[in-house]
């Protein structure tokens, strides 16, 4: 009897437990009670995850789950966090590496000084984010300073390497890479006038020879004097660049007018040159301007 007894105990006692068991809103198995709590803050972080319709209780393989998913997110985001912070302090550093690299080029200290500036350019790539040698002005957008500097520090390399009788390979890649930084130069014409006195005593004439090849296109003109005036200094063109020297030069915003003018102008110069007509009616505009000019400034008295 007390067997038969045992028997339905546990039967009953099955069924019960049968009878209590909860279903997990989440993966809908049926788990014995309790459901774990999910909480706010947990809630929250797992939408963070992207995750959405985040049940408030779930079974515990589910909790598990997003414990792993919430741990994982965290650890990514702080990887994140590090590595951002470490571009930040590299950006920081990238001025304190070309000084260095100029004060061992003063000592002749040449390889030194391009280890320094290959590293500064290395800290540009990291911060962009680009692969070894890809690094273009694209990249730099809107950053005329740093333009300027990359194109002032390749020049560097280009001399250094041109120096070593085994790094032909790359004096030739630093002149590839001049010749796409060096019109955001400030010194763009300089830059070429360099190269073309370069080339004559270079170990690597050919590194030189490219760069220029390349430059020959957009060599900074005037498209006033070179094209509206077929290159001859008339009165207009003598009044403007008094206009240039004495009054555009002396204030900030001048200078950065002649900086633009004579980035775009190379270009606006040889749509021009096909262009007889416009030619025509530019050249009579800036002719009133420049007597306009003169009038207010008295340029001729400058
Ligand atoms: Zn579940």
Redesign the pocket.
């Known amino acids: 009897m007390a067997e038969e007894d045992d028997k339905i105990k546990s039967a009953s006692k099955k069924i019960e437990e049968e009878n209590s068991k909860v279903e997990?809103p989440?993966?809908?198995?049926t788990?014995s009670p309790p459901l774990k709590s999910v909480d706010a803050g947990m809630r929250l972080r797992l939408g963070k995850e992207g995750l959405s319709d985040i049940p408030s209780e779930?079974?515990s393989?589910?909790f598990s789950e997003f414990d792993k998913m919430v741990s994982k997110g965290a650890k990514l985001r702080a990887e994140q966090v590090a590595k951002e912070k470490n571009r930040h302090f590299l950006w920081q550093s990238r001025l304190g590496v070309v000084k260095q690299a100029r004060q061992l080029m003063k000592q002749k200290a040449y390889s030194e000084a391009a280890l320094s500036y290959e590293k500064y350019i290395k800290i540009l790539e990291i911060v962009c984010k680009v692969p070894h040698g890809t690094l273009s002005p694209d990249h730099l957008q809107g950053q005329a300073q740093e333009l300027n500097l990359i194109a002032s520090v390749l020049w560097d390399l280009l001399k250094i390497y041109d120096k070593s009788s085994s790094h032909a390979q790359r004096a030739y890649e630093a002149a590839d890479k001049l010749t796409e930084f060096a019109r955001y130069s400030n010194s763009y014409a300089i830059l070429i006038r360099n190269a073309e006195a370069e080339l004559k005593r270079a170990r690597y004439p050919e590194a030189y020879k490219r760069f220029l090849k390349k430059t020959r296109a957009d060599r900074p003109r005037c498209f006033i004097s070179t094209t509206a005036f077929e290159g001859q200094r008339t009165e207009t063109v003598v009044l403007l660049c008094l206009f240039r020297d004495h009054i555009l030069r002396t204030h900030p915003v001048g200078k950065k007018f002649i900086y633009f003018y004579y980035r775009y102008s190379p270009r606006i110069a040889k749509w021009l040159d096909t262009k007889p007509l416009c030619k025509k009616i530019i050249a009579g505009s800036l002719k009133r301007a420049a007597l306009a000019l003169n009038k207010r400034f008295h340029l001729k008295e400058l």
């Open positions: 997990c989440r993966c809908m198995k788990v779930a079974c393989e589910c």
